[in-house]
């Protein structure tokens, strides 16, 4: 009943917003030719429709970021103090509530199975045209995955914010789209505005979400596109600042660069993070694969991951969660190399587990992580030294890297690196680093990980072929992009 009423609201707002909207649009667009200044009348509506998109985005964002930053602060050390004061009974209970989290979670997936991982794959398919989402879908959409986000980041999950926040910021552009009624193309500007404003509103680098709606959402650019896109990702920066007091996420600012006759070491590392991103992608997408034919309900497949988050948060905890804290804490020295390899096998075992079973959750925060981690041993042990900070600008490169490599997005992970970090001084040896590990990945013919995910949420509607449905039919519409539109789904099942 409450969805029901926040659309019939919406609703309400657009016919009665959006008629008078778009007559006076179509009376700029009639005089144009008359008087060009009333022409430019329509590039203050772009910014401000930019603005409320940021500026809500990182209203939504900004308490996503602090929910998920305040459950390691207060519900991790709770956890870990049950078995001092219960003994078996203290372990027992943090089991329990476990299996409630890996439970709840696992039914709101099933419920709205838009919710399913990061999120960027859907919001990639319809700024595409390759999926159409309602407007009362895209509000429970957005309620599901704040709550089943914390659901997960209580249980320990290695996953991130950062996915999550685009599908959150685009669930906002559609809200925006439906108040104020557009085309679309109008709608999926605004979709892709609303992705890059989370992306700013989480990575708090507003240049690597104006990027990451055209390199990776792939939306065509144009002086509206760029506006609309550029107001709605500082203004998620300036909100979230402003607001929440969210800054530069890691302290690298004095970072001390490697010196030109070591340069060649930077190919080698470059060469490691370009292999290492690759096995990481065909590891991802063959544990997906495996895990969609086990016979498992639904709503227990994140029930395994989350039972080894409880083994770990007693053993290992430094791997739990997005994985920010490690970086920093190997970046600022007092890790031994051999703890360093450990802390890296353990990151990407857990990344890959927590992953499965459709757990709401991103991969880039640990995506960076993993980069981090190896960047800094492979640096290291070319060095023959221990990880200090010195040489954390090993950091730095293998975190650019490695996301260059996994997502097949140099740019995107160049200008966010250094946005995050602030390790100006290391820029040359990150491009060199990011673009040979590119190279390296795509001699390795490595589909870019976002692209294999898509795959398994599209409705294949083959004729002659099977039809296969990743996600529910009544949550889920879709637009054939084949000449023949008319045929029904039974058809096209048709052997």
């Known amino acids: 009943m409450k969805y029901r009423l926040i659309t019939f609201f919406c609703s309400y707002l657009s016919r009665r917003w959006s008629s008078g ?18 022409h430019l ?72 199975p838009l919710i399913s991982g990061g999120g960027i794959p859907q919001v990639e398919l319809e700024c595409q ?14 309620a599901a995955k704040f709550l089943a986000c914390l659901m997960d980041t209580a249980g320990g999950l290695s996953q991130g914010r950062e996915g999550p926040s685009v599908q959150l910021g685009a669930g906002i552009g559609a809200i925006v789209d439906a108040l104020c009624g557009h085309t679309e193309s109008g709608r999926r500007n605004l979709l892709a505005a ?19 709606a055209f390199e990776e959402l792939k939306r065509p650019v144009s002086r509206t596109s760029c506006l609309l896109t550029l107001s709605a990702a500082f203004a998620a920066w300036w909100g979230v600042g402003a607001i929440f007091g969210f800054g530069q996420l890691f302290p690298f600012d004095d970072i001390s660069a490697p010196e030109p006759a070591a340069w060649w070491k930077l190919l080698l590392v470059g060469l490691a ?24 309900p639904r709503q227990w497949r994140i029930l395994p991951s989350m039972l080894l988050a409880g083994v770990f948060l007693f053993t290992l905890p ?21 703890m360093l390899l450990l802390f890296l096998a353990g990151k990407v075992f857990f990344s890959l587990l927590s992953f499965t079973g459709d757990a ?16 800094l041993a492979a640096g290291c042990a070319l060095d023959g030294v221990s990880p200090s900070p010195e040489n954390a600008c090993w950091l730095i490169c293998g975190m650019a890297g490695f996301f260059a490599a996994v997502l097949g997005t140099p740019l995107l992970g160049l200008v966010l690196v250094m946005e995050i970090s602030g390790a100006a001084s290391c820029l040359p040896a990150v491009a060199l680093v990011i673009l040979t590990a590119d190279l ?29 449905v990743a996600l529910s039919p009544r949550m889920l519409q879709t637009r054939s992009t084949r000449p023949d539109t008319r045929r029904t789904a039974r058809q096209s099942a048709r052997p």
């Open 41 to 112: 009348l329509r590039w203050p509506f772009i910014l401000a429709q930019g603005g409320i998109v940021g500026l809500s985005a990182a209203c939504l964002v900004g308490a996503f970021r602090w929910g998920l930053d305040a459950v390691p602060r207060h519900v991790w050390p709770a956890a870990r103090e049950l078995p001092a004061r219960y003994g078996l009974f203290g372990i027992l209970l943090w089991g329990a509530v476990l299996v409630a989290l890996a439970y709840g979670a696992g039914r709101m997936v099933r419920a709205v």
């Open 360 to 375: 709401p959750g991103g991969i880039l925060m640990p995506i960076l992580c993993v980069g981090a981690l190896l960047g």
């Open 440 to 468: 390296t990945a795509s001699r390795l013919h490595i589909t870019p990980i976002y692209a294999a995910l898509r795959s398994s949420i599209v409705v294949n509607a083959i004729p002659g072929g099977k039809r296969r």
């Open 129 to 142: 045209g390759r999926l159409h989402v309602p407007l009362n879908i895209w509000l429970r959409v957005i």
């Open 21 to 38: 909207i778009a007559r006076y649009q179509q009376k700029i667009m009639r005089t144009r030719h008359i008087h060009p200044v009333l």
């Open 194 to 212: 609303g992705g890059a404003a989370g992306m700013a509103a989480a990575f708090s680098a507003p240049w690597a979400g104006f990027i990451f």
């Open 273 to 296: 993070l370009g292999l290492g991103g690759s096995l990481y992608n065909r590891a991802l997408i063959r544990l997906k694969t495996a895990e969609s034919r086990l016979p498992i």
């Open 318 to 338: 430094e791997i739990l969660g997005g994985g920010g804290t490690l970086i920093v804490q190997t970046g600022g020295g007092g890790t031994t190399f051999a």
